[in-house]
């Protein structure tokens, strides 16, 4: 048995648990239990029991679009870095220990400057005056420039880059086990690259993709910095109004509700992201 | 291997993940260097590239006269990050220790809570932590930001920390045992410094997490105890001010400068590219 700590082999000290444990319990499960009674309140100040701020929520179709945009947008998110990082993770694979310290290098440096930066650098490149703007317009593809902020297609590419290394890390942790034997033995066997990918590499990798997915799912849709920046006041996401409800209309209840429902939409897609990884694997 | 003759299916491979894999590091790297290019900007409006160069935004930045709400909010910022680090290396490293001795099922239930904060939505828990507070007669200070932080971080320091214990072999405890140490003595003298790289990774990444908190810094902070990244916000909401290129040219170095000197003390690259 590996790292028998402090106490004697075979024991569990659980007094060194102990002070994590009651934080979580007084400061994070404590307020979350809070947060679900106020969604059933009748006002800020809980006089009463009450179903209203539920009913108000899901009974109106605004709120409803809000919650399927959400939803949508994690998922754009998850297919959108998929696409760049399987062929970064492929890369870094068959690179040397310093190409591969090098991509490590890029792939951290995002991750670990604040994401309010990250989304004011993608204002400067999506807007009218912007960089791909005037590449486009250099370059004869486009007369008037293309408005990207305020776009879904805009705030995708954003999180693209913002989200990215969450997808990346766990993949390429898993990739770099994948004994590299199997796909020469594919490929020597007569399996194309694309057959090798798709057969080999891909179904092994799945348990370092369930990883990332989750982590790109849960942050792009409660990603409320580029959200609102990038989004702006055209597109609403349950972050946004999360946020109006609660201090800027003084709402709590509704704001709960809006909480609560995001709570459990990141939930539901992180135990469907788990599923997936467990069909895959009995495949 | 013999060499094989390319197939047009294998170059058409060749072509699309080479691609991907060049668009992902262009959009993974290229608003980084974008940003600090404009930051060096002699002009009024944020564009690229800039029309010519100037230090005129780092010179407002660093005038405490202009920016002292900047100030004001970097020192909240750094005060919050340091003192809920320092509280997450105690307790997530004493909670990794437990954890470090059972296994199955229990551990990995344990294991998925201490992890959750990870997980849930951090605007969902920031309103939790808000209305918390409420109920328990709350005037906005520091010292609640440092517990909401300290909650978001801890986990951080937990994992990196678990990650190390399980390399530490047992037998040296035992060695120690039977030479006459006690307990705190080896712990001391063998346990930590074995997973102090494993702590200070963490810490490293905790203190960071906590610096570009938004959610719980979104709702626990005020007027008064003001926080960088909710700061920034505010000045990219109203105007688009060029200022912020400026703070953010400065923080993009000195996360480089982190970085460098991280990977020296605790190899964060080796671990991360070790898998």
């Known amino acids: ?283 | 291997m013999a060499k094989r003759r390319s197939t047009p299916s294998d170059l058409s491979y060749s072509f699309v993940m080479g691609g991907l894999a060049a668009l992902g590091i262009a959009i993974l790297i290229g608003p980084v260097l974008i940003v600090l290019l404009t930051s060096f900007t002699s002009s009024q409006a944020l564009q690229f590239p800039p029309p010519g160069f100037s230090l005129e935004w780092y010179r407002s930045l660093f005038d405490p006269v202009q920016s002292g709400h900047i100030h004001t909010a970097l020192a909240n910022s750094l005060w919050v990050a340091a003192v809920a680090t320092a509280f997450a290396c105690v307790i997530a490293t004493a909670a990794a220790l437990a954890m470090a001795q059972i296994r199955g099922a229990r551990a990995r239930a344990l294991e998925a809570s201490f992890m959750s904060p990870l997980i849930l939505p951090g605007l969902s828990y920031g309103l939790a932590t808000l209305m918390f507070f409420a109920i328990l007669g709350f005037r906005p200070s520091l010292n609640h930001l440092i517990i909401g932080h300290l909650v978001v971080i801890a986990p951080f320091v937990f994992r990196t920390t678990l990650a190390s214990l399980s390399q530490f072999n047992p037998a040296l405890l035992e060695s120690s045992a039977s030479l006459g140490a006690t307990r705190l003595y080896a712990f001391r003298r063998i346990t930590l410094p074995f997973i102090a790289p494993g702590i200070a990774a963490g810490a490293f990444l905790a203190f960071v997490a906590s610096m570009d908190n938004v959610p719980v810094s979104l709702f626990l902070s005020s007027a008064r105890t003001n926080m960088l990244p909710i700061r920034m916000w505010g000045m990219m909401e109203t105007t688009l001010d060029v200022r912020v290129a400026a703070i953010s040219g400065a923080l993009i170095v000195i996360v480089l400068v982190l970085m460098i000197i991280m990977d020296r003390l605790t190899g964060l690259t080796r671990r991360m590219s070790a898998g």
């Open chain 1, 1 to 283: 048995m590996a790292g028998a700590a402090l106490s004697e082999p075979g024991r569990v000290d659980w007094r060194l648990a102990a002070p994590l444990g009651l934080t979580y319990l007084a400061f994070f499960a404590a307020p979350l239990i809070i947060l679900l009674a106020m969604s059933f309140a009748a006002d800020d100040f809980f006089t009463a029991f009450s179903f209203h701020a539920w009913i108000d929520f899901w009974g109106d179709s605004f709120y409803r679009g809000v919650v399927y945009d959400t939803v949508r947008l994690g998922l754009v998110a998850v297919i959108a870095t998929s696409l760049m990082a399987y062929p970064i993770a492929l890369l870094f694979v068959a690179s040397g220990p310093r190409m591969r310290k090098l991509l490590i290098f890029i792939i951290l440096l995002p991750l670990l400057i604040s994401v309010v930066i990250r989304t004011f650098a993608w204002i400067a490149i999506l807007a009218r005056e912007g960089v791909v703007n005037q590449t486009l317009i250099a370059l004869g593809l486009t007369s008037t420039p293309l408005n990207l902020l305020q776009t879904e297609l805009g705030l995708v590419i954003a999180l693209s880059q913002i989200e990215m290394p969450l997808m990346l890390l766990p993949l390429i942790t898993v990739m770099q086990q994948i004994d590299p034997s199997l796909s020469d033995a594919s490929r020597a066997l007569g399996g194309s690259k694309w057959r090798t990918f798709f057969k080999v590499t891909l179904p092994l990798s799945i348990p370092g993709w369930i990883a990332g997915a989750t982590l790109v799912f849960a942050s792009a849709t409660t990603a409320f910095i580029s959200q609102s920046i990038i989004g702006g006041a055209r597109l609403v996401y349950l972050p946004s109004l999360i946020w109006q409800q609660a201090m800027v209309v003084y709402n709590w209840p509704f704001a709960a509700v809006a909480s609560v429902t995001l709570l459990v939409a990141v939930l539901a897609g992180v135990t469907l992201f788990s599923l997936l990884g467990r069909f895959a694997r009995t495949d």
